[in-house]
């Protein structure tokens, strides 16, 4: 939250929404939440885990309740900034200015577009241990934890937040076309070396 990183007490209007147009980002069905999705923020993700569920599984299964908490209080950090930025009286924040606010949120701020997708999209990373066969999933997982914020904040999410979710799949896109791209130039130098080997002149050189 922005008052842990400023060490400020938030006190919120109740019922107060972003402001600002908003939508929620759209999903594709397969993306849609399911009972077995749910996750409590605030518990511990032991809890969360089916009995008898294999090792391995226990272990993805908390990683990804890892990133669900790191999503949604990115994105509850920056619907609050974004309203203190337009001076949003309804909210306290006594420490943090209007012009603070929107420095956090500008293109090169902690909150901003790019930091804030950098960061998501390198931890999502980490997740996947680097295999592009599990982009998909990844994808499928970040666009959850956007529907779950959208929720705790009354149903849609602030521009920026939009924004930010647009930027985490376009990197996460260009990170698996430079995957595949490495591994295309790896195999035809592989192939290129196999057929050069086999050629006369590598033969009478061999022999």
Same mark, same amino acid.
């Given at each position: 939250?922005?008052?842990?990183?400023?060490?400020?007490?938030?006190?919120?209007?109740?019922?107060?929404?972003?402001?600002?147009?908003?939508?929620?980002?759209?999903?594709?069905?397969? %993306?849609?939440? $399911?009972?077995?999705?749910?996750? +409590?923020?605030?518990?511990?993700?032991? %809890? %969360?885990?089916?009995?008898?569920?294999?090792?391995?599984?226990?272990?993805?299964?908390?990683?990804?309740? @890892?990133?669900? !908490? #790191?999503?949604?209080?990115?994105?509850?950090?920056?619907?609050?900034?974004?309203?203190?930025?337009?001076?949003?009286?309804?909210?306290?924040?006594?420490? /943090?200015?209007? %012009?603070?606010?929107?420095?956090?949120?500008?293109?090169?701020?902690? /909150?901003?577009?790019?930091? @804030?997708?950098?960061?998501?999209? &390198?931890?999502?990373?980490?997740?996947?241990?680097?295999?592009?066969?599990?982009? !998909?999933?990844?994808?499928?997982?970040?666009?959850?934890?956007? &529907? #779950?914020?959208?929720?705790?904040?009354?149903?849609? /999410?602030?521009?920026? +937040?939009? !924004? $930010?979710?647009?930027?985490? #799949?376009?990197?996460?896109?260009?990170?698996?076309?430079?995957?595949?791209?490495? +591994?295309? &130039? $790896?195999?035809?130098?592989?192939?290129?070396?196999?057929?050069?080997?086999?050629?006369?002149?590598?033969?009478?050189?061999?022999?």
């Amino acid at each position: 939250m922005i008052n842990s990183i400023y060490n400020i007490d938030v006190v919120k209007a109740p019922n107060s929404r972003p402001q600002g147009k908003e939508k929620q980002p759209v999903m594709s069905p397969h %993306e849609a939440r $399911t009972p077995e999705d749910k996750v +409590s923020l605030g518990k511990n993700p032991a %809890e %969360e885990i089916a009995y008898g569920m294999p090792p391995n599984a226990a272990v993805k299964a908390s990683d990804y309740s @890892t990133l669900r !908490e #790191m999503l949604v209080g990115i994105i509850e950090e920056q619907g609050i900034t974004t309203r203190i930025a337009a001076k949003d009286t309804s909210i306290d924040f006594r420490d /943090l200015t209007p %012009e603070k606010a929107r420095e956090l949120i500008s293109e090169d701020g902690y /909150l901003g577009v790019e930091q @804030t997708s950098e960061r998501i999209v &390198q931890f999502a990373l980490s997740i996947a241990d680097g295999d592009p066969n599990r982009l !998909e999933e990844i994808k499928a997982s970040i666009g959850k934890d956007f &529907q #779950m914020a959208a929720e705790a904040l009354g149903g849609a /999410l602030p521009d920026i +937040s939009m !924004e $930010t979710y647009n930027a985490i #799949m376009d990197k996460l896109d260009a990170w698996a076309e430079s995957f595949d791209e490495a +591994s295309a &130039q $790896t195999d035809n130098h592989a192939s290129g070396i196999a057929s050069n080997s086999s050629s006369p002149k590598a033969l009478q050189m061999i022999f």
